[in-house]
C-alpha cells in the first residue's frame, strides 16, 4: 500500500473525544484530525509524537484529515488506522505472502455467517478445498516488544471467537489474523492483562481447530506492506 497523495507530518498535541486530535504542522498552524481510531491507543497518543496524516478531496468532509501513522519519540511506527488492517490483509493474500492462506481463487469481503449474526472479514473458496473464514484484528499495543490484543475488553472480540469456534466445529477453516501494526513489535500474545475472557477464549479456539496467526507489517510514512510472520505466544514466560 502506497500512499499518494504522499502522507504530511505534524507534531501531536492531544487527542480526544476518541474521533479527534490536535495537531501543529511544521509551520506552525494548528489543525484538528479526524481519528478513525475507537481504541484505547495506548502508546500510540503521547503528546510530542509526530502524527503522518492523509488528506481527503472530499468537499463534504468537516475534517478532511485522517490521522494515519504515528511516529514515536523512541523511532517507532504505529499505523493506527484501524481500516487498513484489512486493506493490508487483502493485498497480502492477493499477492500470496501469507503462505497459510495461499491457493484459494475467490475472496470475499464482509460476509455475513454465524448464529450471532456476525460478518467475517474475508471468505477464501475453492474448488478442491474446504472454505477458509478469516477474521482479522489490529495490533498496535506494544509492551516491550510483545504485541498485544486487545487494548481495552472487546465483547465484540469474544463473540467473533465463538463464531470461529463453530466454523472450525463445521469442517470449515477458521483463522484469526493478527496485523502487527507497531514496527517495535517482535511477538505477539493475547492481552491476557487487559481482557482475561478474549485471552482463555482464544486458548480454547485454538484447542478447538482456530487457526492463529501474526504478521507483521512494515511501515513508514510513504507505504505499507504486510510482510513477516511472528510467533504467537499464547502463554508468555512472564504469566
Not at 523512541?74 to 499505523?79: D, R, S, V
Not at 516491550?144 to 465483547?155: H, W
Amino acid at each position: 500500500m502506497q500512499f499518494l497523495p504522499p502522507l504530511q507530518s505534524a507534531r501531536l498535541i492531544k487527542r480526544y473525544k476518541r474521533f479527534l486530535a490536535d495537531v501543529v504542522t511544521p509551520e506552525g498552524t494548528e489543525i484538528t484530525l479526524h481519528c478513525p481510531n475507537t481504541g484505547a491507543m495506548t502508546g500510540c497518543a503521547t503528546p510530542g509524537d509526530t502524527v503522518w496524516y492523509s488528506t481527503s478531496d472530499s468537499k463534504t468532509r468537516k475534517y478532511p484529515h485522517t490521522w494515519e501513522i504515528t511516529e514515536t519519540q523512541t523511532g517507532a511506527f504505529i499505523c493506527v488506522n484501524t481500516l487498513r488492517a484489512n486493506q493490508l490483509v487483502k493485498e497480502a493474500i492477493q499477492a500470496e505472502v501469507i503462505s497459510e492462506l495461499c491457493g484459494y481463487s475467490v475472496l470475499k469481503s464482509e460476509v455475513k455467517y454465524g448464529e450471532e449474526r456476525s460478518r467475517i472479514d474475508f471468505l477464501l473458496q475453492a474448488d478442491d478445498r474446504r472454505n477458509c473464514y478469516i477474521e482479522v484484528k489490529s495490533v498496535t499495543l506494544a509492551e516491550q516488544d510483545y504485541g498485544y490484543f486487545p487494548d481495552a475488553v472487546t465483547e465484540r472480540g469474544q463473540k467473533h471467537l465463538r463464531e470461529l469456534m463453530s466454523v472450525a466445529a463445521s469442517g470449515d477453516r477458521a483463522v484469526v489474523l493478527f496485523a502487527v501494526l507497531h514496527s517495535a513489535i517482535t511477538r505477539f500474545s493475547p492481552a491476557r492483562h487487559i481482557d482475561a475472557k478474549y485471552a482463555q477464549l482464544l486458548n480454547e479456539a485454538q484447542n478447538k481447530g482456530v487457526e492463529i496467526l501474526a504478521y507483521k507489517a512494515e511501515l513508514s510514512a510513504d507505504t505499507m506492506t504486510l510482510m513477516e510472520p511472528l510467533p504467537v505466544v499464547l502463554t508468555p514466560a512472564n504469566d
